[in-house]
Nanobody, 124 residues
Framework: QVQLVESGGGLVQAGGSLRLSCAAS????????MGWFRQAPGKEREFVAT????????YYADSVKGRFTISRDNAKNTGYLQMNSLKPEDTAIYYC?????????????????WGQGTQVTVSS
């Protein structure tokens, strides 16, 4: 079992920045790739970014490429999502997930564990 807890969400104006954290406990964090997904009201959960177990490989959704950066610190059992140049359409609940594939995954079904989510609201 892996327990994940997100933090760092909040209300920010368009063009602003937020840094989300995902703290992991339980099984060794470095055994899992990590991903960030988001879900807006009335929409399905969508992929945002993923990072490999060691952190040497990352992949982003086109909608956030160049604005968001995913990273991890295995020594601290924590993953991060740095979000810059935020837009109103980035408003959603953001979830971190852990999956057993080395390079990460864009598929929500590949994730075994999820956090409870953190709300991000971007005002125009």
């Amino acid at each position: 079992q892996v327990q994940l807890v997100e933090s760092g969400g909040g209300l920010v104006q368009a063009g602003g920045s937020l840094r989300l954290s995902c703290a992991a406990s339980g099984r060794t964090f470095s055994r899992y790739a990590m991903g960030w997904f988001r879900q807006a009201p009335g929409k399905e959960r969508e992929f945002v970014a993923t990072i490999s177990r060691s952190g040497d490989s990352t992949y982003y959704a086109d909608s956030v490429k160049g604005r968001f950066t995913i990273s991890r610190d295995n020594a601290k059992n924590t993953g991060y999502l740095q979000m810059n140049s935020l837009k109103p359409e980035d408003t959603a609940i953001y979830y971190c997930g852990a999956n057993p594939y080395y390079s990460g995954s864009t598929n929500v079904r590949d994730y075994n564990y999820w956090g409870q989510g953190t709300q991000v609201t971007v005002s125009s």
